[in-house]
């Protein structure tokens, strides 16, 4: 995503700057060419060296540093993206009146890329009318926020918003804002993720191995392609991506209903999730007790969701399953994908080292309605997402 994109840090005078230095660090790790423009109270704060260090680059502090002199016009004509993190209130004001009084504002005023703005402030600045009608011309000029949000301020705990947005957040925002012109843009995409949960009595159930990871990067890339995300997750320990409604279920029979419901209006689901295909068939009502000796405990199958739910599939709508199977997978993997009519499967053998539950990493192959198997190799389960999308968005009409 952000390999060779060139993107302008423009970072004003909060004390949110100490974030502007996780920023420059994450987006210069994942292959962004990072200018760092600060204004002076900025660099009351974080000096130049810390973002020289960091990405590699000079940072420009003036309009008058020699050598540079047209730096001002060039790094914002040139960027993919201007982000601007954090945002006081004070360049907020002057962006709006649109002044060129540093070097800040004048690359704005001269900016071609599209801006991405973190607001931060004392919840009281931010709440006032000069500040909000600041917010509110800039928007009107298509500047796109992320934040502030709710939580502690420097000067303490608040109810109202003025904190800036963490890094990962800001970061996941931006991707979308360059990420988000393709296929999916617009398009309302159902993830379901996690595993699920069969009681056997009050306080315990049956479950599998599923962590989620892999529902939640595609979640993720969904979202930052632009599309509207629904997330259907079982327990898990994970927290939701930026900008995804979560709905959390507990059972197979919650999952199903869930899809049920969602499914209309999709015109993307996939299916990662691993629901329970057994649960208990008579739960005790009271928790059963060890003194008893030796339980039985009946199973019977779970709702096939796939199946079904099929006729509920909005048309020309795109469904991906998962099969994890041990053994033959790819054999497997087709067969599923005829006799519950999806359009891609996605492949993995739970026996392949770093593949399936629990890891960070995944080996899958995506098969088509054609059949021919396209093999990915051991990599993140955010590229085997990216992958799979990839796929949907050339199928999608
Ligand atoms: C310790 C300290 C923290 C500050 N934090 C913020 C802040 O979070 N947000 C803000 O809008 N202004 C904050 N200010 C005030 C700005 O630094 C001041 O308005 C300054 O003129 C901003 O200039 P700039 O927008 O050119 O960077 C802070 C000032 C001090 C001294």
């Known amino acids: 995503m952000w390999a060779g994109r060139r993107v302008v840090l423009g970072v004003s005078g909060g004390i949110a700057c100490y974030k502007s230095c996780v920023l420059a660090r994450r987006l210069t790790e994942a292959g962004a060419r990072v200018d760092v423009v600060l204004t002076r109270s900025a660099a009351e704060f974080v000096g130049a060296v810390t973002f020289e260090s960091l990405t590699g680059r000079p940072a420009l502090t003036s309009l008058w540093e020699p050598g540079r002199a047209l730096a001002h016009i060039r790094l914002p004509q040139d960027a993919d993206l201007i982000l601007i993190a954090p945002a006081t209130a004070h360049l907020l004001a002057r962006m709006a009146q649109g002044l060129a009084d540093d070097v800040l504002t004048t690359l704005l005023l001269a900016r071609t890329a599209p801006v991405l703005m973190a607001p931060a402030m004392n919840d009281e600045m931010h709440a006032r009318p000069e500040t909000q009608a600041n917010l509110e011309r800039l928007r009107a000029r298509g500047v796109v926020f992320v934040g502030p949000e709710v939580g502690a301020l420097a000067e303490g705990p608040s109810e109202r918003p003025g904190r800036m947005s963490e890094p990962e957040t800001i970061l996941a925002h931006a991707a979308r804002l360059l990420g988000g012109g393709g296929k999916l843009a617009g398009r309302r995409v159902v993830v379901t993720a996690g595993p699920t949960r069969e009681p056997i009595d009050p306080v315990r159930v049956v479950t599998n191995r599923s962590s989620g990871k892999m529902g939640y990067r595609l979640a993720e890339v969904a979202w930052e392609r632009g599309a509207e995300v629904v997330l259907v997750s079982g327990p898990v320990a994970l927290a939701p991506p930026p900008g995804v409604t979560l709905r ?75 099969a994890l199977e041990t053994g033959d997978a790819l054999a497997k993997g087709r067969s599923k994908l005829e006799r519950k009519h999806l359009d891609f499967i996605v492949v993995n053998d739970a026996l392949e080292p770093g593949a399936g539950f629990e890891h960070d990493t995944n080996r899958v192959a995506v ?17 085997v997402a990216e992958a799979i999308f990839d796929a949907v968005e050339r199928s999608l009409g």
């Open 248 to 322: 959390r279920v507990e059972t197979t029979s919650d999952l199903e209903a869930v899809v049920r419901s969602e499914l209309p209006r999709a015109d993307v689901l996939v299916m990662a999730a691993a629901p329970a295909d057994f649960r208990p068939s008579d739960p005790s009502a009271s928790k059963r007790s060890r003194i008893d000796g030796a339980i039985a405990v009946p199973m019977e199958p779970t709702e096939d969701i796939l199946s079904g739910t099929r006729d509920l599939r909005k048309a020309g709508s795109i469904i991906v399953g998962f």
């Open 367 to 383: 098969i088509g309605r054609d059949g021919t198997p396209q093999i990915l190799p051991l990599q993140s389960k955010r590229e």
